[in-house]
């Protein structure tokens, strides 16, 4: 079963007619007549995960309905909606005991999540998934949290349009589908100033860090990415067997792993949909 599978359940139901990936740079999309990507200009959006994000609502607006178009039909048209990493929070939460019954799992992850997030916990949108760790009884939980309040400007524009929101991701965890599931693989995403890193092993979600750059240059990721790689080798003993890059430029991250663009069966993602089309290649609608 897919990462994007276990945490989101994208393919419980039939694949939304229109899936969204919102972004700094513009709003990528995939919809029944093909794919696209429409810019936003400077300012229109801010990725926070505590304070306002859009600041020009009716831009981002006038961008899905070009998109949407008008309907005659009765029928609800469902859509799937990808949010920037930093929107949120997306953590990995280790427990050496798991408690089974699914109140008291929601309780304890609240509570790891109040000492990390920048908002309440307790007005927030959170999803969770445990993964067994080998044949250790030690759990490690897939943790993705948002602010009600910021969850639900991100909607508005979608359900102004007419469209349901049935499904509401962060934008890694759909990109992640590309990365092959075997063996130790990375991630390295810059999306504006947000960088991501995530580190996949044998299918398994085990590391995810996001984080704002005061800075887009090698300096300023190699300061987060090679601390990172330091701590594979020392804690798990492994490096990377890969290092796929998405927003980033190959060469800035020299030769600690073999480096390449994400791969993507709809061409090669880029910061702007990695999401998008990971969640195509998890089987959405292409």
């Keep these: 079963m897919s990462i994007v599978d276990k945490i989101n359940g994208l393919l419980a139901d039939p694949p939304p007619e229109f899936a969204f990936e919102l972004s700094e740079a513009g709003l990528a999309w995939n919809a029944p007549l093909g794919r696209g990507f429409t810019p936003f200009e400077s300012g229109t959006l801010r990725v926070s995960p505590s304070e306002e994000n859009i600041l ?24 799937v909606v990808i949010l920037p990493d930093y929107a949120g929070r997306t953590t990995i939460l280790d427990f050496d005991t798991f408690p089974a019954r699914t109140e ?35 759990v490690d939980v897939v943790a993705s949290a948002i602010s009600l309040e910021t969850l639900a400007r991100y ?29 130790c693989r990375m991630l390295v995403k810059l999306s504006g100033l947000v960088l991501t890193i995530a580190v996949v092993d044998d299918g398994a979600l085990r590391l995810l860090r996001t984080l704002e750059l005061p800075e887009v240059s090698p300096d300023a990721i190699w300061d987060h990415l090679g601390p990172t790689l330091v701590y594979l080798e020392d804690e798990w003993k492994r490096k990377p067997e890969a290092v796929y890059v998405a927003g980033i430029d190959p060469h800035w991250l020299g030769n600690e792993a073999p480096v390449e663009p994400l791969p993507g069966p709809f061409g090669a993602p880029q910061a702007h949909n990695a999401g998008l089309l990971g969640w195509l290649a998890a089987g959405g609608r292409a």
């Design 155 to 183: 909607e508005s524009p979608f359900r102004a349009a007419g469209l349901h929101v049935g499904v509401v991701t962060m934008s890694t965890l759909a990109a992640l589908e590309t990365v092959p599931a075997h063996g």
């Design 56 to 79: 020009r609502p009716d831009a981002v607006s006038r961008a899905i309905r070009e998109v949407v178009g008008e309907s005659s039909s009765k029928k609800r048209r469902t859509a």
């Design 104 to 138: 008291e799992q929601e309780a304890l992850i609240k509570f790891r999540l109040k000492k990390s997030v920048p908002f309440d916990v307790d007005s927030s949108a959170f999803s969770f998934q445990p993964q067994t760790r080998g044949a250790s009884k030690s």
